[in-house]
Antibody, heavy 123, light 110 residues
Framework: QVQLVQSGAEVKKPGASVKVSCKAS????????VSWVRQAPGQGLEWMGW????????NYAQHLQGRVTMTTDPSTSTAYMELRSLRSDDTAVYYC????????????????WGQGTTVTVSS | QSALTQPRSVSGSPGQSVTISCTGT?????????VSWYQHHPGKAPKLMIY???ERPSGVPDRFSGSKSGNTASLTISGLQAEDEADYYC??????????FGGGTKLTVL
């Protein structure tokens, strides 16, 4: 079945970087985009950005520009999200999600989600 | 862009209907037909319930419906069931290949 499986929980110090992975299975990885969404404790969902897998094009949320990088490795059907210069308010559950695709076009919804990766930033 | 505005909580009894609103601006909800809704049970992955304002993915019960008027989108859940109790988030395309989520609404089934 179609699924996204994310890497395990991380604990980082302020100023460090974290790289979360998201391994896809059950579908053609290069045919769909991958988005990243996070949820801080007690807060709502926050869109971070997405990557078009077949050509590597990315779009990031403005407030994360310069700190986030999304990449993929089609050979292993894995997407990655790296966040640098971590701060305490980056503590959150990070989700990867597949971009819905219909009639050969990327849509603006996310139809398959990973299980989430908890990233804790603490000194 | 600013988060879309949702009520913090709504409630209803089993069998009743509830509607969750999602207010944006003329630059997101009001301009594009790309509003989606997600159901999120704490500790689990969010689930797509509605896309493109009113389309249901396969497997989502027809008790869930979506609509939009002006800058406000709505999710209606009819025939409430205990398992519908969850957090619900709206999301809209906001131009320049970006998305914006709402703050989330906690649905309590009484």
């Amino acid at each position: 079945q179609v699924q996204l499986v994310q890497s395990g929980a991380e604990v980082k110090k302020p100023g460090a970087s974290v790289k979360v992975s998201c391994k896809a299975s059950g579908y053609t990885f290069t045919s769909y985009g991958v988005s990243w969404v996070r949820q801080a404790p007690g807060q709502g969902l926050e869109w971070m950005g997405w990557i078009t897998v077949y050509n590597g094009n990315t779009n990031y949320a403005q407030h994360l520009q310069g700190r986030v990088t999304m990449t993929t490795d089609p050979s292993t059907s894995t997407a990655y999200m790296e966040l640098r210069s971590l701060r305490s308010d980056d503590t959150a559950v990070y989700y990867c999600a597949r971009r819905l695709r219909q009639l050969g076009f990327d849509q603006y919804s996310l139809d398959v989600w990973g299980q989430g990766t908890t990233v804790t930033v603490s000194s | 862009q600013s988060a879309l505005t949702q009520p913090r909580s709504v409630s209803g009894s089993p069998g009743q209907s509830v509607t969750i609103s999602c207010t944006g601006t003329s630059s997101d909800v009001g301009y594009y037909k790309y509003v989606s809704w997600y159901q999120h049970h704490p500790g689990k992955a969010p689930k797509l319930m509605i896309y493109d304002v009113s389309e249901r993915p396969s497997g989502v019960p027809d008790r869930f419906s979506g609509s939009k008027s002006g800058n406000t989108a709505s999710l209606t859940i009819s025939g409430l069931q205990a398992e519908d109790e969850a957090d619900y988030y709206c999301c809209s395309y906001a131009g320049y290949s970006t998305l914006v989520f709402g703050g989330g609404t906690k649905l309590t089934v009484l």
